[in-house]
């Protein structure tokens, strides 16, 4: 289990499972992932969805991922009750690409609901968990396109690798977006590994394995 280290607001656990983790590790499944913007609260039922969130204390929730990025959040509501979430973000849910309903990408969707329900951003701790890096990251024209309509789009995080082509930088794209969400970076716990090169530790999808997944998961208390 890999742990953000990061200053809690209040008592929770969370972190990145690897495949050193035994299955059971992994309780229930409450999202059924489609690589889009949904952010749902949690419930007993399997909602469809890739971001999800509670403030009921003991209930482990969370996001399966193997190269797309897990998204850790925890922060006070107004009145002081703990708030956390989990997103699922690839490209798509980066990007808010091919979504029907406009606000953006996972994340942004994912604050802006912590701030409806009273919250501010800049008492949020944060994590990306490991996801395939830029090292890995290959990726086509139509990607960078969907990402240069963020706001917080800097060019910096498109490089081009040893064969000629785009490489993205998900974690930074998702950094930028956090940051000009009024997030703290000091508040920030990531775990900067990447799934293509560690093997011994990730799934990859990239790398080959379809079924084989990580868990980001948070839970209050
Ligand atoms: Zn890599």
Redesign the pocket.
Known sequence: MLIPKAELPFPLRWGFSTRLDPPEELRVRRLNQVHRCGVVEASNAVAEGDGIWTTAPGVRIGVRVADCVPVLLAGPLSDGTPWVAALHAGWRGATGHGDLNPGGGILRRGVARYRALGGDPARLVWAFGPA??T??FEVGAEVIEAARQDLAWQEALCTVGPSGKAHLDLHGFLRAQALDLGLDQTREGSVAY?T??RPDLLYSYRRGETTGRQWGWIEIG
Do not use: A, N, P
């Open positions: 395939i890096l090292c890995h990447c293509v090169c």
